[in-house]
């Protein structure tokens, strides 16, 4: 009866802790909702001010409100960049802003075709007379694309400049597992295709270091082309190539560094710049903190600007509608995103508008690929489409690989930049098995089969050659009906489309040479050309977005968790940028090994296909406490 009565007792504490912590969860909600700063954010004359603290994506992911409740994992924003060209157009054309403020403090950046989309709407801007003014503590690649576009560049005295360029280390556990006594049984069409080569080999093979040195190596000399051309007095070989040198040349100060280097016009605090920038928009009466300028915030100027194209009620009445469907992030079975191109999800979207008497569709890919399962059914649900004789285009952002370009094969034209990677064209499957490494703890595997396939597969026992002959054979045979669509959709024999496949990657310029891309353009090219074949008159149509609203309390949380209007984000200095992804390698191993274990199915990814951002960090060890097993507990 003691152990009993105390079994008792620890259950009811149990659940009166678990009350205790909704309460104050509740009223802890409760009373920042109640004591939040009122959102008088209008627009007001003065600056724009684009205070960009995360980094720009496609699409959106919808706010995680558990991330966003433990302390510390702070949040970090995403923003569309098509948002973004859309505000600063229209800045651009409206008197009552004076000036663009772009600070870039707690950039994290965003793929290079983004960032040339950026690049080109603030020339637009300053165009019409009005300066673009830039603030930074440490500049990176992506913040030195769009720098070189502004007007005035100034860099904190604390900070400075560094040219990285594409490219990095891939994490390869071959040896690894080989100690561990794991058996990564990989099954792959494509010389390469090198997705699986971390879990072969210890280092990159020949075919591998080669696509990717040429890849890399096209990507940037397009991001130096640019930079050039904006900023001619940069000094980028002397920045990327003698960095030390440069460096010791200006007595150790990075900010003069890149002031000599032509990256900066001037070295100056937070405050100072911002004074720059009251100078040509005005003081502001509302705020009187030491470099508060009158400006009008982001998310204000969009919310005045209303949604692209139709509302959703206008769905369905009347012609002149072109549906857009985004492909963003990786191709996965199920229901993600967005931000995550969940197959069920975008499907769904694809099937319901099939009703609104579209004229056209655009399909909108920026992804290195995935389940095979799921860009198929994407494709089909595309064809559903096509099948109503509409014309079909497809527009190609950062990346459009393998998955990715299964889904391009259904356009009747694709478009593509010359930054876009793509191509990718083959397959491949990693299944782990774990008989070597428990016999060595005396655990084995015994049994009778009535066929080669009986009690196949057996992860701990291993396989058998049938059924290893099997999975080869269903990698094969899929690699197989890749080459068809492609050779079907690109007009070329499946000789040709195999020579151009083997899981190599192409960036978009030598895409467009090969027969993989059409043309050269952007979603608004893509646009324009499906209203040209369905032959709608300029200025009678407008795009629709086919996306599902995000649901439940995730964005009610997420706007009470952003920082205020008034609040400065801690920016990072020169070193703990760079140190930053350091700790990426980690996040990046952990999700390899979830990878291996979790992975279901014939997949088609892109593993050399450049990250278009650096993945939000989030709570690791440190993440712990009641709010982080209530996360597990709810979302198990």
């Not at 928009?281 to 470099?291: F, I, M, Q, S």
């Not at 285009?393 to 010359?418: E, H, L, Q």
Request: overall charge negative.
């Amino acid at each position: 009866m003691s152990f009993a009565r105390k079994v008792w007792h620890l259950l009811v504490g149990i659940k009166d802790a678990l009350v205790l912590v909704f309460m104050l969860l509740f009223f802890s909600l409760l009373f920042a909702a109640l004591s939040a700063r009122p959102s008088a954010d209008a627009v007001r004359e003065g600056a724009l001010l684009l205070r960009l603290e995360g980094t720009v994506v496609e699409e959106v992911a919808p706010a995680d409100p558990f991330n966003l409740l433990l302390p510390s994992a702070a949040p970090t924003r995403e923003y569309a960049a098509r948002d973004l060209v859309r505000a600063i157009d229209a800045a651009a054309g409206d008197a009552r802003i004076k000036v663009l403020a772009l600070d870039l403090s707690t950039f994290l950046g965003g793929g290079q075709v983004h960032m040339l989309e950026l690049a080109e709407a603030l020339d637009r801007f300053r165009k019409t007379g009005k300066p673009v003014m830039t603030y930074a503590l440490a500049y990176a690649d992506d913040a030195l694309l769009l720098a070189a576009h502004s007007t005035e560049v100034w860099v904190d005295p604390m900070g400075g400049a560094v040219v990285r360029g594409p490219g990095g280390q891939n994490l390869y556990y071959g040896p690894a597992l080989e100690r561990l006594g794991i058996n990564a049984r990989v099954y792959r069409v494509g010389t390469y295709k090198s997705a699986v080569e971390p879990w072969e080999l210890s280092g990159m093979s020949e075919p591998a270091r080669q696509n990717s040195q040429e890849l890399y190596s096209t990507l940037f000399a397009r991001w130096q082309e640019d930079v050039a051309a904006a900023r001619p007095r940069a000094q980028l070989t002397r920045a990327a190539q003698d960095v030390v040198a440069l460096i010791q040349a200006n007595g150790g100060d990075t900010s003069r560094a890149a002031i000599a280097a032509g990256l900066a016009d001037k070295a100056g605090t937070l405050d100072e710049w911002g004074k720059r920038v009251a100078a040509r928009a005005g003081t502001d009466p509302l705020d009187k903190a030491p470099g508060a300028f009158a400006h009008t915030t982001l998310d204000a100027w969009v919310a005045e600007l209303g949604p692209e194209g139709p509302a959703a009620s206008m769905m369905g009445s009347g012609p002149g509608r072109i549906g857009v469907i985004t492909i963003a992030g990786e191709i996965t079975d199920g229901d993600a995103g967005p931000g995550s191109a969940g197959a069920e999800r975008i499907v769904t979207a694809l099937d319901e508008a099939l009703d609104d008497n579209l004229a056209g569709l655009v399909v909108r890919v920026d992804s290195p690929g995935g389940s095979v399962s799921g860009s198929e059914a994407i494709r089909r649900a595309v064809l559903r489409h096509k099948a109503r004789g509409i014309p079909i285009a497809i527009s190609m952002a950062n990346i459009a690989a393998s998955g990715g370009y299964w889904v391009a094969t259904t356009g009747d034209r694709i478009f593509a930049t010359p930054s876009t990677v793509t191509g990718s064209i083959g397959v491949f499957g990693v299944v782990p098995t774990f008989e070597d490494a428990l016999a060595r703890f005396g655990v084995t595997s015994d049994g009778v089969r009535t066929t080669p396939l009986s009690g196949q597969p057996d992860p701990i026992g291993g396989f058998t050659p049938a059924a290893d002959a099997l999975l080869q054979a269903t990698v094969s045979s899929t690699y197989d009906r890749f080459l068809g669509l492609v050779a079907d959709a690109r007009g070329m024999d499946r000789q040709r489309a195999d020579t151009l496949g083997q899981g190599r990657v192409w960036d978009g310029g030598t895409a467009r040479q090969l027969g993989l891309v059409d043309q050269f353009g952007d979603l608004d090219d893509a646009l324009a050309w499906v209203a040209g074949r369905a032959k709608l008159a300029e200025g009678a149509w407008a795009p629709v977005f086919l996306s599902q609203e995000q649901q439940g309390f995730g964005p009610v949380l997420a706007s009470m968790m952003q920082p205020s209007q008034g609040a400065r984000a801690i920016a990072p200095d020169m070193f703990a940028a760079i140190a930053a992804r350091e700790g990426d390698q980690l996040d990046r191993a952990l999700a390899d090994v979830t990878r291996l274990l979790g992975r279901q199915g014939v997949q088609a990814r892109c593993l050399e296909c450049p990250a278009t951002a650096p993945a939000p960090r989030t709570a690791r060890n440190e993440a712990g406490g009641t709010l982080a097993m209530l996360r597990a507990f709810l979302t198990r």
